[in-house]
């Protein structure tokens, strides 16, 4: 990229009175490049906030931002047994060294990108000018965020169904559960005429391990058939059920202190997937992973087609921590 280019861009940032301290990338010549000298998000903060606005598991879980897209999730545990320093007075030598358990979940993030186009008469029509371009970065990020959080539910790298290629490079959360969850393929069934969507909540709680229930960190994210049920029957029954069952001052239903988010996601299954499922783990469980230095948004004008392509680029990956704090269902509807 010339200076030329930066000087021009800075010049243009400064008469509009907006801010240019902006990043620079040669994105260079080739197949699947865009020919000109790109603007890298220069707030990629504001961009991931976008990236997350429609995406509620991406919102909810936990969010790991690392410019190393092989990062290692490393785990310590102790499990130990304490033994007497003295009995009867008498120092005591300790029989065993009880040594931690080390286990390592790793993120392996690989490349995602997307590409529109918007017609020049669009720009040219717009009543915000230049500015639409940065209105438009925003709709495009939270697009991205929807297809993110898609490819980060049902990605399988083994996948031979005929879906976008996004889904054969990341392994995604429901397939690790599948694998490596401790609490996995049950079913919760709403088929039954009596069915109680709270007792089959708590059939599916009473299976997840204790430990994990103390701190009121647990959450279930379910598709929005399981949510509704859900609620409406806290809130036809709200003078029969106590203070365990009530809907919060957000709109969820929450059982037990375990807050229920419906995953729009969740209930569109794509990649081969036809079961719709249901998560229950800690809050803090589940951790995506994203590089935002890696975060590039590109525009450049396709004069042939007359057509403004905007395109992204960015890192993901989805991993969960702890094997028995994560409980994968699916859902049988009426």
């Keep these: 990229m010339s200076i030329k280019i930066v000087e021009n861009a800075i010049k243009n940032h400064v008469e509009l009175g907006e801010d240019f301290v902006v990043k620079f990338v040669d994105i260079g010549e080739g197949e699947g490049k865009l020919n000109n000298g790109v603007l890298q998000a220069e ?85 915000e000018g230049q500015g639409f371009m940065n209105t438009l970065t925003e709709m495009f990020a939270a697009a991205n965020g929807r297809a993110l959080e898609r490819v980060l539910i049902y990605g399988n790298k083994s996948s031979n169904e005929e879906v976008s290629t996004g889904y054969k490079v990341i392994d995604g959360i429901l397939k690790k ?89 969740f209930s569109n299954p794509v990649n081969g997937f036809t079961k719709k499922p249901v998560i229950l783990t800690h809050k803090e469980n589940i951790q995506w992973l994203t590089d935002p230095q890696g975060i590039i948004v590109e525009n450049a004008f396709n004069l042939r087609a007359n057509v403004w392509d905007i395109a992204s680029t960015m890192y993901a990956d989805v991993q969960f921590v702890e094997e028995d704090a994560i409980g994968l269902a699916w859902l049988k509807e009426a």
């Design 43 to 127: 707030k990629s903060d504001t961009y991931l906030r976008h990236l997350e606005d429609n995406a509620v598991f991406l919102e909810k879980t936990k969010r790991i931002t690392s410019t190393n897209h092989k990062r290692q999730v490393d785990k310590i545990r102790f499990n130990i047994e304490l033994e007497a320093g003295r009995i009867s007075g008498t120092p005591q030598v300790l029989s065993d060294s009880q040594e931690p358990t080390f286990t390592d979940r790793s993120f392996d993030a690989e490349e995602l990108r997307a590409l529109t186009g918007v017609h020049r008469t669009v720009m040219k029509d717009s009543i």
């Design 177 to 265: 559960a599948t694998d490596d969850a401790d609490l996995n393929n049950e079913e919760i069934d709403l088929t039954a005429a009596d069915s109680n969507p709270i007792q089959e909540f708590y059939h599916f709680l009473d299976e997840f391990p204790d430990v994990y229930k103390n701190d009121g960190g647990l959450a279930m994210f379910a598709p929005s058939k399981f949510v509704t049920a859900a609620y409406r029957y806290i809130a036809w029954n709200h003078d029969k059920l106590n203070v365990n069952a009530y809907i919060s001052t957000t709109g969820e239903p929450v059982i037990e202190d375990v807050h229920l988010f419906s995953v729009p996601s």
